[in-house]
């Protein structure tokens, strides 16, 4: 029906404008939109020589301005160059692995809360079992146990964040289910999957949408640390990855701050994009929120 | 005492109370009766200056002479509670949950350096002094709201603002509380300015009756007269809703012949761990019967509407629908439900605030995947509800609607399904009593037309003096009386039935 359109469309545009009127959420969102083309475009950009060790020309070590921007680092690569096409990984693994690890919590949330009972109380055990664990220690775990990998990464960061998740959206579905037109909708003869998907879901998708953009700020952190600690991808090159080379190097010793505070700034720019987004997303939905 | 002049409140562009002149003398108990959004709570919080800071308030409001308005904030506190005080809506939510109810009844009396006796009030609204030291989830309803009335008089004022100090209470609690109020104005000689919806509880407390309607007082006069000769129509709409049982004008439904049965429980038990909520019940509603079950809140009557509904699993009897026994799970549950349809008490929470009337009608036929052009029979159910023209209504969300409408979304719902018995839950306890009539005169039309039987819980003996064909009284998960509405109502045999009826207030007081 097209007025059921008309209608979603004006909700997303007051959506939209109580978005914008919150400054700090523009910026992370600007942020944000420059991070995605940076890592679109940069690959494309580069030369395939630039970034090959064994062609590179400059010499090791050189500070920044000396024909680099952000000086090179232990092999003559261009650090500005390494920051640059280093996003992509960064984006890429934060984006899947927190949709994973929100999809989990999901499906374990809306599981809980609608049915309960027996089940309900297994699955949330299994949940608080996860919660209690440290986190980047069962993902040190995994990642090391399991082939050398992307994919890997992936999983062991989605494996271990989606707890939270779980039970924020649990907590929502008990709200939701107690509410009389959920008693109307099983009264009307409706499944559990009725229930679940025309009611229970649509109510909780907007508190998952916030949880989504907040965990990619979460799964980006834990990417890096995981491959600072050299569990990562070694064919891939990314921010947590140069931390690691730049430490087995010793940037440190040689005082080569090039080398390490690039990336780590980079880290903190979309980490600080991705939290002012949700924030600010929080605020849209729930109006309780706003100041 | 009060006095209030031309006052008109508004909130941003919208007038809530308009230019109302009305006074309320020493002794003198007014009744101000309206609907919801009729400015009735507005004007009784501009007594005391508690309206939100968004009111914009014009003309005055003079407490013993002296204008409220103009009163400096140190004054306007020692007016509070010493001169003029407020049994507020809702005693639940106006306690203080985490402390004693004495300390609470005592906060008054310390503010103002006032000596009084906790116990003495407590004594006064004929509750054990030992409740001081009860947390408010500790008393029930009528409890709690004794326990306002006293806080109340705790710094002997001289008049009492009472908004809507009853609704929610049971019949019998409610006569109760009433007689209270009656009692402790006329010892006191204290002024009462009560707000009610209800035109049967004002008038069997109050000497004066004021309308409101829409922000103005369209009419004043003598309790007694104003309900035996109404001039403003809202007034009679007002009257009509709280039924006299026994008198003729009042009984909607023609006699019901005798009918075949459609539905029946055998000895229906409902436990929840060592409580029994529905004990031994055994009950019949017949081909387009209409069956009113009555009952307090706690009295199981909810419950046996959802073991019906097949929401709720019996723990022992059993239901049986059309000759069969309903089943308990699986295809033929859902089977089932298409026959027998849920209308719930609270429409405005009943739907779904995402979905539109549309959606909300249509969801059922969805569920059933029945058959035909989704579009039609929406629109036909939209229609046999009566709300005209359907186009209009289809693609409106629930908050845009009025709790009439609302209900009526929610009875297309059920009859898009085509089912044989209504389940109603206090149908119209939620609504305005102008909506009232006409729902029901709905519910008696759809039994005319379509042969739907209906069964209507409710706590009003009114309503099932309206159109019930026959009352069955539930008390403590028991059916004590089953009968005809005359049989019932004109000629209870139980005790508790006859308590019930004496507890009814009425508009016809001697």
């Known amino acids: 029906m097209s007025v059921v359109w008309d209608r979603r469309r004006t909700a997303w545009a007051a959506g939209w404008r109580a978005f914008a009127a919150q400054r700090s959420g523009v910026a992370g969102l600007a942020l944000l939109g420059l991070a995605v083309l940076v890592a679109v475009l940069m690959p494309l950009l580069t030369g395939a020589d630039a970034l090959n060790v064994a062609r590179v020309v400059a010499p090791a070590w050189e500070p920044p301005g000396s024909g680099h921007l952000l000086g090179t680092d232990h092999t003559g690569r261009s650090v500005a160059l390494l920051v640059l096409n280093g996003t992509a990984v960064s984006l890429l693994v934060g984006l899947t692995a927190a949709g994973l690890s929100v999809a989990i919590g999901t499906l374990i949330g809306v599981t809980a809360g609608h049915f309960g009972g027996w089940w309900g109380a297994l699955l949330m055990r299994v949940t608080d079992f996860f919660l209690v664990i440290p986190a980047l220690v069962l993902a040190i775990a995994l990642s090391s146990v399991l082939p050398r990998g992307m994919g890997t990464i992936i999983l062991a960061i989605a494996l271990t964040s989606w707890p939270s998740t779980a039970r924020v959206v649990r907590a929502q579905t008990l709200a939701v289910e107690a509410r009389p037109f959920v008693e109307r909708a099983r009264a009307l003869g409706g499944g559990h999957l009725h229930v679940t998907g025309k009611h229970v879901l649509p109510a909780v998708l907007p508190l998952v949408l916030v949880n989504t953009t907040l965990t990619v700020a979460y799964a980006i952190v834990a990417e890096s640390t995981l491959a600072f600690l050299g569990l990562g991808d070694p064919t891939r090159l990314s921010w947590g990855s140069m931390l690691h080379q730049a430490q087995l190097q010793g940037a440190v010793s040689k005082e080569a701050w090039w080398f390490l505070l690039p990336p780590g700034l980079g880290i903190i720019a979309v980490v600080l994009a991705f939290t002012l987004v949700g924030r600010a997303l929080e605020t849209v939905i729930n109006p309780r929120l706003r100041g | ?510």
């Not at chain 2, 007694?224 to 403003?232: C, E, K």
């Not at chain 2, 969805?366 to 009566?386: C, F, K, M, N, Q």
């Not at chain 2, 609302?406 to 305005?432: F, H, M, T, W």
């Not at chain 2, 009826?501 to 009425?506: C, G, H, K, Q, R």
């Open chain 2, 1 to 510: 005492m009060l006095e209030l002049r031309d006052l008109t409140v508004h909130y941003g562009s919208r007038a809530a109370v308009r230019d109302v002149s009305l006074t309320v003398e020493r002794g003198q108990t007014l009744g101000l009766a309206g609907e919801s959004g009729s400015g009735k709570t507005t004007l009784g919080l501009s007594v005391l200056r508690l309206l939100p800071r968004s009111a914009e308030l014009s003309g005055s409001v003079l407490l013993d002479g002296e204008d409220v308005a103009e009163m400096s904030w140190g004054r306007l506190r020692a007016v509070r509670w010493t001169q003029a005080s407020v049994v507020f809506q809702g005693a639940m939510h106006a306690l203080n949950p985490v402390r004693r109810v004495g300390a609470q009844i005592a906060e008054p009396m310390e503010l103002h350096g006032v000596s009084g006796s906790v116990a003495e009030l407590l004594e006064q609204v004929e509750l054990p002094a030992s409740k001081a030291r009860a947390y408010p989830h500790e008393l029930s309803g009528g409890q709690r709201q004794r326990v306002m009335i006293a806080m109340a008089l705790a710094c002997d004022p001289r008049l009492i603002v009472a908004d809507e100090p009853t609704t929610a209470l049971d019949v019998i609690v409610q006569a109760q509380v009433l007689g209270l109020m009656r009692r402790l104005v006329d010892e006191r000689s204290l002024s009462l300015l009560m707000i009610s919806h209800d035109l049967s509880v004002l008038t069997s407390t109050c000497d004066d009756l004021a309308v409101m309607y829409q922000g103005e007082i369209v009419e004043r006069g003598r309790a007694t007269s104003v309900i035996s000769s109404p001039r403003h129509p809202h007034t009679a709409a007002l009257a009509a809703a709280f039924p006299t049982i026994g008198a003729p004008e009042f009984r909607f439904a023609g006699q019901a012949p005798v009918r075949e049965p459609l539905l029946r429980t055998e000895e229906l038990q409902v436990n929840f761990g060592p409580l029994r909520a529905v004990d031994g019940v055994s009950l019949e509603v017949g081909r387009g019967e209409i069956v009113a079950l009555v009952g307090e809140s706690g009295s199981g009557k909810t419950t046996l509407a959802r073991t019906i509904m097949g929401l709720q699993r019996p723990s022992s009897g059993r239901v049986i629908f059309d000759g069969a026994p309903i089943p308990l799970k699986g295809k033929a549950l859902k089977a089932y439900r298409r026959q027998v349809q849920l209308v719930l008490q609270d429409p405005t929470s009943a739907l779904n605030p995402r979905h539109s009337v549309y959606e909300a009608v249509a969801e059922g036929l969805r569920i059933h995947a029945i058959p035909g052009d989704e579009e039609s029979l929406v629109t036909a159910a939209v229609e046999r509800s009566e709300l005209r023209p359907a186009e209009l209504f289809l693609p409106s969300l629930p908050h845009e609607l009025s709790g009439g409408q609302l209900q009526r979304v929610v009875i297309a719902g059920a009859l898009a399904l085509g089912p044989r018995l209504l389940v109603a839950d206090e149908p119209v306890a939620s609504l305005d009593a102008s909506v009232r009539g006409e729902i029901l005169a709905l519910l008696l039309r759809l039994r005319a037309e379509l042969e739907l039987a209906a069964l209507i819980i409710t706590h009003d003996l009114g309503l099932a003096w309206n159109i019930a064909d026959r009352v069955a009284v539930m008390y403590q998960g028991r059916i004590v009386e089953q009968g005809t509405v005359e049989q019932v109502l004109l000629d209870p045999r139980h005790e508790y039935t006859r308590k019930l009826l004496a507890a009814v207030p009425s508009t016809t007081r001697a």
